[in-house]
């Protein structure tokens, strides 16, 4: 490490502690309320879709679910001359899921080599964090779709999307609400998308379509016409549909514009279609953004900061909290097995 790097890494330390109020960050410290506050905005903030769900601070471990949003009919009458009492009706009246919040590591490093060269920039503080917090929240997206269990020791390697790592909102609806999660079709094992034949086998759905409307349809009936509601798919998924509409229309211009235009993929099953980062490339998920939550527990985020490893020639970050994804309305989300997904590619199901 340069001298130069040196005396960044120590003015980024002294800042640091400063913000955290703290005397040492390289001492683990647990994070103050207003810097919690802090690090849920930058969440938020980190990606489109992290912006657009619940980031929720919750006092306690274990609990339920808090039930946002609203669900079924309040509106009514009452005729009180007739010494009938208005009587007040639950804004959620559903069984709420329990969680649990999991302590989850995040941990990382930083080359010497690496900080040497920036170290010169004006913005060396801001750079140190960038590197570390927009793939810490990507990670945070990542679990939350894929994840299935939480592990006391993970292995990456065997998991490399984190499915051990912590329960994310597909295992929710799998856990929770399992009549919501289509598993197959008229094949064992299998969801099939697309024409087939009758020697290989015709498909479940003939089309994108039709496979987010019968993915709609494992809704309760109290949340199947939710204004809200939205179609998360799979890159694959719209890539093997934009690809049928190209072969089928690729050659009239004014199709080929609305194709060039991304307007063949804003609606599927009569829902506006999105695609998050790290989403499972076969998969379908309808709920609404609101539905979806990220709780942290309070008080539970701890750090440790620009740590020396010349052994290694690198810095270590340490930090880790308590955090658990929640669908706040469980009738108001269904999906399908992402892994099940056979797509119907060159005559046959692959």
Known sequence: MQEKTK????????????QNGVEDVTEKFSVTPNATQKIVAQIRESNWFLGKINIVPVANQKGEAIGL?????????????????????AVYNMEPMPYLCEQVNFDSHIRYEQLDAFAHLKNFNKLIN???????????????????SCEANTDPAANPN????????????????????LVEGKTTGEIRLGEGD???????FINLDLAVMNVKGLLHDACANASDLVALVGSDLLSYDK???????????????????????????????????????TGILVT????????IQKDS?????????????????????????????LPKAAALEFDHVKLWIDGAWV
């Open 69 to 89: 949003g609203v669900t079924g009919m309040i509106a009514s009458r009452t005729n009180t001359k007739t010494g009938n009492e208005r009587k007040t009706k």
């Open 130 to 148: 960038s590197q570390t917090r927009e793939q810490i929240d990507m990670n945070k997206v990542t679990i939350g779709f894929y994840g299935t």
């Open 7 to 18: 005396l960044a890494i120590e003015g980024y330390k002294k800042a640091a502690a400063k």
């Open 243 to 281: 690809a049928k509409f190209y072969a089928a229309h690729g050659n009239t211009p004014t199709e080929k514009a609305h194709i060039e235009d991304m307007q063949v993929i804003g609606t599927y099953g009569g829902l506006a279609a999105f695609c998050p980062p790290s989403f499972p490339p």
């Open 301 to 329: 985020i701890r750090r440790s900061l620009a740590i020396k490893n010349d052994r290694l020639d690198q810095i270590e970050n340490f930090e880790s909290m308590n955090m658990a994804y929640v669908v706040e309305q």
């Open 162 to 181: 984190g499915e051990d790592v912590c329960k994310g909102w597909f295992q929710a609806i799998r856990d929770n609400n399992a009549d919501a999660m």
């Open 288 to 295: 609404s953004f609101k539905n979806l939550s990220l709780y």
């Open 198 to 204: 009758e020697t290989a086998g015709k498909g479940d």
